[in-house]
């Protein structure tokens, strides 16, 4: 089993900057792909980035060049850093992790981007 909490969530200003991280626990020995997505009000969830354990790393168009994905395999840690937000930024960002053919989930954090 495995257990993922995201935080870092919040509001921010148009052009503003966020972190978000993911503390995972439990065994994640066979992990392999691991990542964030995000789900906006009346939309479906999308893909914002994910990388393999091999460091290979997939963005979203519309966040490339701004968002990067990092991992701490020491600290068992997943982060999002998030650069020029937009308002369309906005949603609950879920982080999961692939262990053999099972995605995990945590429970969300939200991102407002306002004026």
């Known amino acids: 089993q495995v257990h993922l909490v995201e935080s870092g969530g919040g509001l921010v200003q148009p052009g503003g900057s966020l972190t978000l991280s993911c503390a995972a626990s439990g065994d994640i020995f066979s992990l392999n792909r691991l990542g964030w997505y995000r789900q906006a009000p009346g939309k479906q969830r999308e893909l914002v980035a994910d990388?393999?354990?091999?460091?290979?790393?997939n963005y979203a168009d519309s966040v490339k060049n701004r968002f990067r994905i990092s991992r701490d395999s020491a600290k068992n840690m997943l982060y999002l850093e998030m650069n020029s937000l937009k308002p369309e930024d906005t949603a609950v960002y879920y982080c999961?992790?692939?262990?053999?053919?099972?995605?995990?989930w945590g429970q969300g954090t939200q991102v407002t981007v306002s004026s």
């Open positions: 990388r393999t354990t091999a460091g290979t790393t």
């Open positions: 999961f992790f692939r262990v053999k053919v099972r995605d995990y």
